[in-house]
Nanobody
Framework: QVQLVESGGGLVQAGGSLRLSCAASGRTFSRYTMGWFRQAPGKEREFVATISWSGRTTDYADSVKGRFTISRDNAKNTVYLQMNSLKPEDTAVYYC?????????????????WGQGTQVTVSS
């Protein structure tokens, strides 16, 4: 079992930055691929970024490439999402998730554990 708790969301102006954190419980954090997803009002949950268990492999949605960076610290059982140059269309609830695969995954169905989410609101 893995429990995930997100933090770092908030209200920011367009062009600003936020850093989301996701703290995981359990001693096997380093064996999980981690991902960030988001869900805007009235829309389906969508993939944002993923990082392999080792941290060597990352992947991003086209809409955030070059602006967002995912990273992890296995010693701290934490995954991060640095979000720069934020746009109003980035407004959503952001969720972190853990998958029992090694090399990263963009598919929601591959993720076994989910956090409760943190709200990110970008004003224009």
């Amino acid at each position: 079992q893995v429990q995930l708790v997100e933090s770092g969301g908030g209200l920011v102006q367009a062009g600003g930055s936020l850093r989301l954190s996701c703290a995981a419980s359990g001693r096997t954090f380093s064996r999980y691929t981690m991902g960030w997803f988001r869900q805007a009002p009235g829309k389906e949950r969508e993939f944002v970024a993923t990082i392999s268990w080792s941290g060597r492999t990352t992947d991003y949605a086209d809409s955030v490439k070059g602006r967002f960076t995912i990273s992890r610290d296995n010693a701290k059982n934490t995954v991060y999402l640095q979000m720069n140059s934020l746009k109003p269309e980035d407004t959503a609830v952001y969720y972190c998730a853990a998958a029992k695969v090694a090399y990263g995954s963009t598919g929601l169905s591959e993720y076994d554990y989910w956090g409760q989410g943190t709200q990110v609101t970008v004003s224009s």
